[in-house]
């Protein structure tokens, strides 16, 4: 099992920032993905960004150039850090874990809302 914690979501003006975190405990793999992932209301979840535990990372193209994933593989933690956010990017932010035998992991979602 792996529990998933996230943290950092809130309430910002357009054209502003904030980071998401979101920290793995439990049976955690060294080798895993963690990701990002949204869903707006009445839409369908979609990914945001995901990172391997090598580093190796892929993007949603509407996150391309504002949004950038890290992470730090010492704490299982996984960051989202977004900028120049848009009312569009309002959603539930969701992370998820994903070990090397097909397990899936998702945190409870934190909230993005994004003022015009």
């Known amino acids: 099992q792996v529990q998933l914690v996230e943290s950092g979501g809130g309430l910002v003006q357009a054209g502003g920032s904030l980071r998401l975190s979101c920290a793995a405990s439990?049976?955690?793999?060294?080798?895993?993905?963690m990701g990002w992932y949204r869903q707006a209301p009445g839409k369908q979840r979609e990914l945001v960004a995901r990172?391997?535990?090598?580093?190796?990372?892929n993007y949603a193209d509407f996150a391309k150039g504002r949004f950038t994933i890290s992470r730090d593989n010492a704490k299982n933690t996984v960051y989202l850090q977004m900028n120049s956010l848009l009312p569009e990017d309002r959603a539930v932010y969701y992370c998820?874990?994903?070990?090397?035998?097909?397990?899936?992991?998702w945190g409870q979602g934190t909230q993005v809302t994004v003022s015009s």
């Open positions: 998820d874990y994903e070990g090397p035998y097909g397990a899936v992991y």
């Open positions: 990172i391997t535990s090598a580093g190796t990372t």
């Open positions: 439990g049976s955690i793999f060294s080798y895993n993905v």
